[in-house]
C-alpha cells in the first residue's frame, strides 16, 4: 500500500512539472503587439512603372577585316575606340612570298629591300564601314591568316536585354528606357527599343526574349561586353496625386484608405487608384490633397521576462 502511495505521488509530481513548463514555455513564446499610427496627406509628385531586366553591351554590326592571303602584317594604322570612314586604311601587310623576298633581300643591303618594296606593293586593309575600332591587337610582325581577324570594327554600340516572356508583352518599339552599367551605377544612360526578337532563347529553364536598346547618345566610357541593368518604361505619369503603397488596403469591393475625421474617429474611403511603383501609388479620386490619410501598422514586441529561461540543454544552466 505504501509502495502505491510513493508511486501514485511521483506520477503527479512529474505530471504537474510538465503542465508547468509546458505554460512556462507557451507564456514566454508569446509576443504582443500594438499599432503604430502615422497620419500623411496625398503628395503631388510623379510615377514611372518600369519592367527591370538585365543586358550586355554589344555591337550592332561587328565586322572583322581579315586579310585576302596569308602573310605578315607591316603596320597597324589605328588604335581601340578610335573613329574611322569608310575608305580609311587599317593596315598593311604583305603576303608570304613578299614577306619571304623581303627576308631576303635584307641581307643584301639598302637598295635590294628598297627594290623588291618598289616591285611588290603591299596590301592594303580598308574600312567598309564608317564606325569604331573596338579589336586592334594584331602587332606589327606578326603572321596571319585568310581565317584571322587583323582589326575588328562595329558601326555602333547596343544594349541588348533579356526580357521575360511575361514582360514582353509590355515591350514595344520606340519604347524609352534607362541603362545603368554595372561598371558606372550613378550614370543614367537613355535609350530606346530598337529591335525585339522574335524568336525565344531559354535561360535557366526561363524563356526569354532578346530586345536592342539604342542608346540616345553613347558615352566615352561604353565598352563591348558590359554588364548594364535596363529598365523599361511601361507607363511615365508627372504632377499627379501619389500616396504610399500601404496606405491602401484591399478587398472584394475594391481599394479604400482610411481617412482621419475631426473629433471622429477615421473612416474608410473608397478610391480609384492608376499607375504605380514599388513605393507609391496613383490617387485618381476619393481624395484631395488636404484629406489626412492614417496607415496603421502592427509592431510586435517579445516581452522582457521572455529571455529569462533557460536552456534545458546548456550543460551549466543559465548564464549570469
Do not use: C
Request: aromatic fraction near 6%; charge should be positive; avoid cysteine.
Amino acid at each position: 500500500m505504501k509502495n502505491k502511495k510513493i508511486k501514485f505521488f511521483l506520477i503527479m509530481v512529474v505530471v504537474i512539472s510538465a503542465i508547468a513548463a509546458f505554460f512556462l514555455i507557451k507564456s514566454r513564446s508569446k509576443t504582443t503587439s500594438s499599432e503604430i499610427i502615422k497620419e500623411i496627406k496625398p503628395a503631388s509628385g510623379s510615377i514611372e512603372s518600369i519592367i527591370s531586366t538585365t543586358g550586355t553591351v554589344l555591337p550592332k554590326n561587328r565586322l572583322e577585316i581579315k586579310p585576302p592571303v596569308n602573310g605578315r602584317v607591316d603596320s597597324i594604322l589605328v588604335q581601340e575606340g578610335e573613329n574611322v570612314k569608310i575608305g580609311q586604311v587599317l593596315s598593311w601587310m604583305s603576303s608570304t612570298e613578299r614577306a619571304t623576298l623581303l627576308d631576303a633581300a635584307a641581307g643584301q643591303g639598302e637598295e635590294a629591300i628598297k627594290y623588291w618594296k618598289e616591285v611588290y606593293k603591299p596590301i592594303a586593309l580598308i574600312s567598309p564601314i564608317d564606325g569604331q575600332v573596338i579589336v586592334a591587337t594584331t602587332q606589327p610582325g606578326q603572321t596571319v591568316t585568310t581565317a584571322e581577324a587583323v582589326v575588328v570594327l562595329s558601326d555602333k554600340l547596343i544594349v541588348r536585354a533579356q526580357v521575360d516572356e511575361t514582360d514582353i508583352g509590355r515591350v514595344k518599339l520606340g519604347q524609352n528606357a534607362s541603362v545603368f552599367l554595372d561598371a558606372y551605377p550613378d550614370k543614367k544612360i537613355k535609350a530606346v527599343v530598337d529591335h525585339i526578337y522574335y524568336e525565344s532563347e531559354t535561360v535557366n529553364n526561363v524563356t526569354i526574349y532578346n530586345v536592342d536598346l539604342l542608346p540616345q547618345e553613347i558615352p566615352p566610357f561604353f565598352r563591348s561586353g558590359m554588364n548594364a541593368t535596363v529598365n523599361f518604361v511601361v507607363e511615365s505619369k508627372e504632377n499627379i496625386l501619389v500616396i504610399p503603397q500601404d496606405a491602401v488596403r484591399r478587398n472584394k469591393e475594391g481599394a479604400f484608405v482610411l481617412v482621419k475625421n475631426n473629433n471622429k474617429q477615421p473612416t474608410l474611403v473608397a478610391v480609384t487608384l492608376g499607375v504605380s511603383d514599388d513605393k507609391n501609388i496613383e490617387v485618381i479620386s476619393g481624395v484631395t490633397a488636404n484629406d489626412t490619410i492614417v496607415i496603421t501598422t502592427k509592431k510586435y514586441v517579445i516581452p522582457a521576462n521572455a529571455s529569462g529561461g533557460t536552456n534545458p540543454f546548456a550543460p551549466f544552466g543559465r548564464r549570469r
